[in-house]
């Protein structure tokens, strides 16, 4: 029987039902528990520090999410067992749908006509060009690849970029620091799905927005901390960026008193824009429990050194 202690989330009756259609001999409890305690596998999003570290009988940690930064900021986690990352295909649609979402959302002008809206006033501009904007994703892995191939099915000029190089079909992709700055040069658009690493660690900041072209648009659905929020402040009172629409933040919740909240050309999103659907990720779960417990590497395992 394997012992699965669960952390995360308040879906853990879901979670038990999901995970029956596709795994055999388990329970399911409470990571808290002291049945929890003795777990041999935890399935969490953000357990307490230390407490994985506490657990004797731990041979695998399955994340609920795609995110691994909260683990990467826990020195106390075993690094000598499997840590497994989320890469769900519906994850991918859903932050995909959200990115194209914001970006056409700021390319068709929706801003200004829902202003326009609120006072009666009838006042066309000129529509910006339906095809050949240029369009950066920042990211181009298990989600990054399947937006920027939506992307160029609608027109746009796309770019990807990406620690190491791979081949995305219309898509330019540009790999390493050293091509970063071709990647950016004139991108109407930046789109960022990075996974956080001391590398992205503050990457949107001034030297990169003053690469992209003149009224350009920012999308952050990578991480909060990928974003020097003052920076993009200080860019978009300048001219230089026109917006930005985000779905993470440094801290979260986003304190109420935060510039952002009231920021006319700042979208604020909480942390939704791709949220876990255990449907379909209790099939990678349930893979993942089985590798682990059959002494198998099991997919998507995390390189602690990499940070993803």
């Known amino acids: ?62 994340m609920q999410g795609q995110g691994v930064d909260y683990m990467m900021s826990d020195p106390t986690v075993p690094r000598d067992i499997p840590l497994v990352r989320l890469v769900d295909p519906d994850m991918s649609n859903a932050l995909s749908h959200w990115a194209i979402l914001a970006a056409l959302d700021f390319w068709r002008d929706a801003p200004y006509y829902r202003d326009c809206q609120v006072v009666a006033k009838w006042a066309p501009i000129v529509q910006r060009p339906a095809t050949g904007a240029k369009v950066g994703i920042m990211g181009v892995g298990a989600i990054g690849s399947v937006m920027a191939s ?3 099915s609608l027109d746009f000029d796309v770019r990807g970029w990406a620690r190491t190089m791979r081949q995305v079909d219309n898509v330019a992709v540009f790999a390493g620091e050293d091509n970063l700055p071709a990647f950016l040069d004139g991108l109407n658009i ?13 990457i949107l ?16 659905g990578g991480r909060g901390a990928q974003l020097v929020e003052a920076d993009l402040l200080d860019a978009i009172a300048s001219g230089q960026i026109a ?36 449907n379909t990720a209790a099939i990678q779960v349930a893979a993942a429990i089985r590798a682990i417990m059959a002494g198998v590497e099991p997919e998507n395992r995390v390189d602690w050194g990499r940070g993803y």
């Open 1 to 62: 029987m394997t012992v699965i202690g669960f952390y995360g989330s308040s879906q853990m009756d879901g979670w038990r039902t999901k995970l029956g259609r596709h795994l055999d001999n388990f329970t399911l409890v409470d990571l808290m528990s002291p049945e929890g305690a003795r777990a041999d596998i935890a399935l969490v999003w953000a357990p307490p520090k230390g407490q994985l570290a506490k657990m004797p009988n731990l041979r695998g940690i399955i």
């Open 150 to 152: 939506r992307f160029a």
């Open 190 to 202: 930046l789109i960022s799905v990075l996974p956080l690493t001391p590398a992205t660690h503050g």
């Open 205 to 220: 900041n001034s030297q990169l927005f003053h690469q992209l072209a003149k009224g350009a648009y920012i999308i952050n």
């Open 243 to 278: 917006g930005a629409a985000l779905d993470v933040f440094a801290t979260e919740p986003l304190p109420a008193d935060h510039a952002f909240w009231s920021h006319p050309k700042i979208t604020i999103w909480p942390h939704v824009a791709a949220q876990t659907n255990p």
